[in-house]
């Protein structure tokens, strides 16, 4: 049954890449029936957004599912615990001083801040949660923390020059189209080294969910496993915010969905799950966004609202019951 239901999602996953790249938003033809100017649309526009729409998916699916394990909580993720805020406010510093700051506009500066920044956030949490525990308290911190750089870039945002302003807005709307050059090659990189990362680091988990004293027994550090989970995290989640902006919903609502769609307690198994499932979200959203619907296109922080969204209030009502 698991294996039947994750061939399933690959197939899910290549028929939804296969539609974003030779279908949407209008058929572009394949093989040898494809024009010179399709080609060339597809080759540099299609094909770029869907694999990065694909990367940001798994990396920000992945970092949802090692946060809600690592803090027993099912409404944890990137963008919740303020980790996509970090990410942002940094990004944000980058993009407006870049004009007075040359050295800014190096090609590493924005994923290099976008890391500093989820790190950043994701070790005030762990400091939280050594004192207070992992319950409420933490998702509470989480949101005073994305209130507190949420105001620190609209200062930002203030001081800001009109073309900076506008490129700044623009990106916190969400894009997978911004790959360009080596952009998507960095992201691959980064994204590979986090997920088989995380892979490695997937026993250990599953060992310290039945608590320290049971890991520690067992030989696992549980101090310095947290801290790679959290460096993980900041990784992933801060190349994919620097490249497509603060994406929302697909860090917290995907591992829900997993823990639905495969009742299985290998956690190796579930970051498998998390990364395709949450490929196949962002590839979907990716196609409704490049959808011209009544003039306009929706931005992708948009559509992964309207998918995640409904979910985690089911979710909320799930767990009610």
Known sequence: MLKTRFIALVSVLIALLLSGIFLFPYPAGFGAFISDTDFSIVYHFRLPAVLT???CGMALSVSGHILQQLF??????PYILGVSSGASLMVALVIISAGALPFLSSGLSIPLAGFIG???????ILSVSARFGYGAIILLFGVILGQLTGALQNLLSYLANPADLKYFTLWSMGSFSNTIDGDLLLLSISTSIGLIWAFTLMPSLSVMMLGDDVAR??????RVVAFQLLAITGLLTGVATAYCGPVAFIGMAIPNAVKILFKTANFKHLLIANALLGACMAVFSQIISSINIAAINIPVNVSTALIG?????????RKKH
């Open 118 to 124: 989820a790190l950043l956030v994701l070790l005030l």
């Open 53 to 55: 729409a694909a990367l």
């Open 309 to 317: 969204g409904p979910f985690i209030i089911y979710i909320l009502f």
């Open 72 to 77: 027993k909580n099912t409404l944890a993720g």
């Open 217 to 222: 027994t067992l030989g696992v550090n549980t």
